[in-house]
């Protein structure tokens, strides 16, 4: 099997087992918050949790890989979160779950990224939105199977079956992957910024922190007010600090390159209305419509089915209007389809709220696969591990940011976190939505043919002078 194929495919262990595990997840978050004896709301540090972990340690991600090879550090991450998996699974309270979802965060922040450097450094550039695609379609198998999965095992076992079921699948990734994959590394490795690992973590932590004490508890208790305070003066320390060392741990000057830089900036904006649906539609089908986990499972599944049906066809959409056209008018129909779910009603037809559902999985694939080949079009071999920490950090904030962004709009909507209205759901949509569909200023902005050779548009040229400002 060549290699642009078989590579994705070993890589999409990891994606599936993460994905699995946190689709099926978010749609049990009600069911273990009764077991634990919390409000459904305050689950949601369940999953901010795992990524404020997966955001701390990520940039510690593209050094590991090429201080010890590509190969090592990702075996060893899916270990991680494959033993991780296992103590969720034996959680008895509410902290033991965080505690366990954080190391959870700690795996995942070496094995996503560093599943795609793999990628990136094993397949040409000229077919890497192919490769990603192909990595992306068993990742689909995660969000497709994972809300029914999640609901029926919630429903008529247990949800600590949830986590269990990573076992499997993390032993045969570590197998295939010690079996097929080279050992990736880098030849020069840049020397560890340890200063500015420590300003970047303990700023994402604390600011991270901050919000979701104060969105879980509503208060503005002074450890949190001062996590969040100290985390944004870490992070105005680091930006000052990477400016004045030659290799730091985030690179900022990955932001002069305009396609990389409308990936992250516009990418984190979309992704933070987008990654808020997943935490959002099952809460309000189950709180708010009184369905069964299950029951719930089955109409959520529709996004992953949307999804898996447009990954076949991306780079011939992007190869016909090119990932300018694509960006912008894509971003604006997803928004609009998160937000056309907030005008669902206990009556609404399940059909209906399925093809909603369906089609947002259609035009929000197409988005998530333009946004993570676009961001590489103009990056140089060297600087592809930061390139891809970078970017993954990104999207795990923003992600992260939008579950806490939509919790604090239920908080403040309703007047008993533990039962939350139809009304509040409703509204939240539309507020995710607007705020999602703002991201559309930073794709305008690219030039017509970026990313031209990536989406087979012609074979141009790169000047990557030329893209810089």
Not at 9 to 22: E, T
Not at 173 to 182: A, D, P, S
Not at 270 to 298: C, D, K, T, V
Not at 432 to 446: D, K, N, P
Request: aromatic letters at 10%.
């Amino acid at each position: 099997m060549e290699r642009r194929v078989i590579v994705p495919l070993i890589v999409a262990f990891a994606l599936v087992m993460q994905n699995l595990d946190s689709t099926a997840l978010v749609t049990s978050l009600p069911l273990i918050a009764q077991s634990l004896g919390e409000p459904p709301l305050r689950l949601h540090m369940a999953v901010t949790g795992y990524m404020l972990a997966f955001a701390t340690f990520l940039p510690l991600s593209g050094w590991l890989a090429d201080r010890f090879g590509a190969r090592l550090v990702f075996r060893i991450a899916m270990a991680i979160f494959t033993v991780a998996s296992v103590f969720c699974g034996l959680s008895n309270s509410f902290e033991e779950l965080i505690a366990f979802r954080i190391l959870q965060g700690l795996g995942g922040a070496m094995m996503v990224p560093v599943g795609r450097l793999i990628l990136v450094r094993s397949v040409p550039k000229a077919e890497l939105v192919s490769a990603m695609a192909l990595m992306g379609m068993p990742t689909i198998i995660g969000p497709l199977i994972g809300p029914v999965l999640g609901g029926f095992i919630a429903t008529v076992a247990s949800w600590r079956w949830i986590f269990w079921m990573n076992v499997p699948i993390g032993i045969a990734g570590i197998i295939l992957v010690t079996k097929f994959i080279e050992d990736v590394r880098e030849t020069n490795v840049r020397p560890f910024d340890f200063k500015g690992f420590f300003l970047s973590g303990f700023g994402l932590a604390g600011t991270l922190f901050g919000m979701d004490t104060v969105i879980a508890r509503n208060s503005l208790e002074p450890l949190a007010v001062g996590a969040f305070l100290g985390g944004l003066i870490a992070l105005a320390l680091y930006i000052i600090h990477a400016r004045k060392v030659a290799h730091p741990i985030l690179d900022l000057s990955l932001l002069k390159i305009p396609t990389f830089r409308s990936s992250v900036t516009g990418g984190s904006i979309f992704r933070l209305g987008i990654g808020a649906n997943p935490f959002l539609l099952p809460l309000m089908l189950q709180e708010g419509f009184g369905y069964s986990p299950f029951e719930s499972g089955i109409v959520t599944c529709a996004s992953a089915a949307g999804a898996f049906g447009m990954r076949t066809i991306a780079k011939r959409v992007l190869r016909k209007f090119g990932f300018r056209r694509v960006l912008v008018w894509n971003s604006l129909i997803s928004s609009m389809l998160l937000a056309v779910c907030g005008f669902f009603q206990p009556t609404t037809p399940q059909i209906i709220m399925m093809a909603v559902i369906f089609s947002g999985g259609v035009f929000r694939s197409l988005e998530f696969t333009s946004l993570s080949a676009i961001a590489f079009a103009d990056v140089e071999r060297e600087q592809m591990s930061h390139a891809t920490s970078f970017q993954q950090m990104a999207q795990r904030l923003s992600m992260s940011f939008g579950v806490a962004l939509s919790a604090f709009f239920l908080h403040q909507l309703s007047v008993d976190p533990a039962h939350v209205p139809v009304k509040a759901f409703q509204i939240t949509f539309a507020l995710i939505g607007l705020i999602s569909a703002t991201s559309v200023w930073a794709f305008w902005r690219l030039p017509p043919e970026a990313g031209a050779v990536l989406a087979g548009r012609g074979q141009v040229e790169r000047r990557t002078r030329a893209f810089r400002n």
